[in-house]
């Protein structure tokens, strides 16, 4: 949008915002602050004046690095949009300014209970970071723009909840964390604010459903270690029986594994030896 169209519309356009009311072109530059506001001005600049160097206590004004100032000179925005960081300059008793800080700013979410999707009551408390992008749009489209964050962040989380099922909260927080940011930095665009990250940091169940999903984790748990040892049973009785035939098609085999087993009985210093008989032996006693 042109100069000349922003001047007839009465707005201009700041950082790729949308156009907003009020901005530098309510400052005007022939008379429409009208005949008291172009009086005020000179009066304050001629007392500047006569009263210099004791009025620099009080037009000079320092902002910090991570600080902007908003003035207002007679209930308008100046041209140039925020001052800062450094020193700047300001008209007494006509002209007004708010510090803005630009730093980041972390808050914990207040626990919020909320019904999911699939009606399980959970409890969720999340941690925002956000920061002001523009000072001049915080100052003028909104009263407290840190407050109204805090806010919205609340109420944006219990909507999340109510759209989830449990097991999406619970396995998908990263999903939930990157869906809220997204809401609240479409938001919180038009207040000059930028949401950087959301973090889930606890999801609580009521413990009745604990107890009911650690009963159900623990059978399921049992029943695949009954199965695991069933199948683990199958394969160790085939194994025995490809022994038994490798031993069968063999006699002398059964001997060597028997001098294994004593030798491996010996070695565990127990005194009990047991000795098996040959059938085809004894039976020729029973015979006598």
Same mark, same amino acid.
């Given at each position: ?33 009208? /005949? ?21 206590? @009080?037009?000079? &004004? ?19 949009? *925020? ?46 970071? @956000? ?29 999340? /909840? ?60 049992? *029943?695949?270690? &009954?199965? /695991? ?14 022994? *038994?035939?490798?031993? *069968? ?25 047991? @000795? ?11 015979? &006598?």
């Amino acid at each position: 949008m042109s100069e000349e169209s922003l001047q007839q519309h009465g707005g201009c356009q700041i950082g790729g915002l949308p156009r907003i009311q009020c901005m530098s072109s309510s400052q005007p530059e022939g008379g429409q602050l009208g /005949i008291c506001g172009i009086v005020l001005t000179v009066l304050s600049y001629i007392l500047v004046i006569v009263t210099m160097p004791f009025s620099l206590f @009080f037009c000079l &004004k320092i902002v910090q690095e991570y600080e902007r100032a908003v003035i207002f000179r007679l209930g308008r925005i100046l041209p140039g949009g *925020a001052r800062g960081p450094g020193l700047f300059f300001i008209v007494p008793k006509i002209d007004q300014y708010k510090k803005v800080d630009l730093r980041t700013v972390s808050f914990d979410v207040p626990p919020q209970e909320a019904l999911t999707r699939d009606s399980v009551t959970v409890t969720v408390d999340a941690v925002v970071y @956000f920061r002001i992008q523009n000072a001049t749009v915080s100052v003028t489209n909104v009263s407290d723009a840190s407050g109204s964050t805090k806010l919205l962040a609340q109420t944006t989380l219990r909507n999340m /909840i109510g759209t989830k099922n449990l097991s999406d909260i619970l396995m998908d927080r990263e999903g939930l964390s990157a869906q809220m940011q997204s809401f609240l930095d479409d938001a919180t665009d038009a207040w000059g604010v930028r949401v950087e990250r959301v973090e889930i940091k606890d999801v609580r169940l009521p413990v009745q459903l604990q107890r009911v999903m650690a009963a159900e984790a623990e059978a399921s748990r049992e *029943a695949r270690a &009954k199965v /695991i040892a069933a199948e683990g049973e199958m394969t160790a009785s085939r194994a025995l029986k490809d022994a *038994a035939d490798v031993m *069968a098609e063999t006699p002398s085999a059964m001997q060597l594994r028997y001098l294994q087993t004593l030798n491996t009985i010996s070695a565990e210093k127990n005194s009990t030896i047991i @000795f098996p008989m040959p059938m085809d032996f004894v039976s020729k006693f029973f015979q &006598k």
